[in-house]
């Protein structure tokens, strides 16, 4: 059987972005699937105690020329937003109202463009134009962001992680196995290749 | 001219002791020498405001299964000691002692012996036993840990280190570029092939 891949990710984060390019390919390689798991890179951060990069000055300082040299690394673009942190809450509830074969496609459409090109993931227009870009209808799925059992969904999955150990983003899990990180691809490569001789 | 990587190290820490197995190759692969600088991580992290990963519960637990991956992965011996976090003062001082030549050895001797066996480094006969292992005096070099020219240049170093901007370990410089992390090595060596060309 196929192996699948949990990938919980949050637009807002910059390591999360940097996986979401390397991600498919990996999964290819290996004959493996990416469930992608919306949550709130926020919550999990209050429930595990973990606190981001950025409180760190030197930790924030070091980020801004490590993300370019990963960047650099992959041969993505890659804009430090000025909108930085912004609320994905709006992307993030999207994604939670997408049926499961589309929230990939979303996902890397709202890190592309808040990542990729700087764009304000926050603002309703930038997320109605992404969705025109997938051939989805963007205020149709801006109304779903209020729907009671959307914002459940999203609080859900953020809960589910925590649960599972995540402490920050990219989280992902093979069957019981955690690995955390956009530096973590050689041991999930590896992991993939074991499970399947 | 050869390119020199400035490895700042400190044996308490698992993730240097992963990287300090590897450092010697990915020096030879560019022509590159290693320059071995003694911290103590405690200042380091005092200074920056970071902190240890086990200060974050879920973070500790990861760190275990993450450990042991990556020590997979390289086909290294790894042991998590029962004494975590030893002291590596005396260590880390007999470091500062000897001639520059020596620390390399010093350094993967005592992450070996901490992190590959388990054994107790911060016990006078652990590092006398080492010390002799290398052919060097161990009463004489631990005597030294109590000279305060040696004592000051420990704080030197460490003081050096978070004045670059660490904030961790193991931290790596190539002239003013910082890395940080065992998981940076595909970086710097992408960084040593392109300052060659």
Redesign the interface.
Same mark, same amino acid.
């Given at each position: 059987m196929a192996a699948t891949i949990e990938f919980y990710w949050d637009a807002v984060s910059p390591y999360t972005y940097l996986a979401s390019t390397q991600i498919d390919a990996v999964a290819a390689r290996h004959g493996a699937r990416v469930q992608w798991k919306p949550v709130l890179l926020g919550g999990v951060f209050e429930a595990? !105690?973990?606190k981001p990069p950025i409180s760190?000055? $030197? /930790?924030g /300082?070091?980020m801004g *020329? %490590?993300l370019k040299?990963?960047a $650099? &690394?992959y041969g993505i673009p890659f804009a430090f937003p000025k909108n930085f942190p912004a609320s994905s809450l709006a992307a993030q509830r999207v994604a939670c109202a997408l049926p499961e074969a589309q929230v990939g496609a979303w996902a890397q459409a709202t890190m592309n463009a808040y990542w990729g090109r700087g764009d304000d993931i926050s603002q309703p227009d930038t997320l109605k134009a992404l969705a025109a870009g997938l051939g989805l209808d963007g205020d149709a799925l801006l109304a779903q962001t209020q729907d009671p059992a959307i914002k459940e969904r999203l609080k859900q999955n953020t809960a589910e992680a925590?649960e599972r !150990? $995540?402490? !920050?983003a990219p989280t992902f899990f093979i069957g019981k196995?955690?690995f955390? !990180?956009n %530096? *973590?691809f $050689?041991?999930i490569e590896? &992991?993939l290749a074991r499970s399947a001789t």
């Open positions: 595990s !105690g973990n760190v000055p $030197a /930790k /300082k070091y *020329r %490590d040299q990963w $650099a &690394h925590v !150990g $995540a402490f !920050g196995i955690m955390w !990180g %530096d *973590r $050689a041991l590896e &992991h």
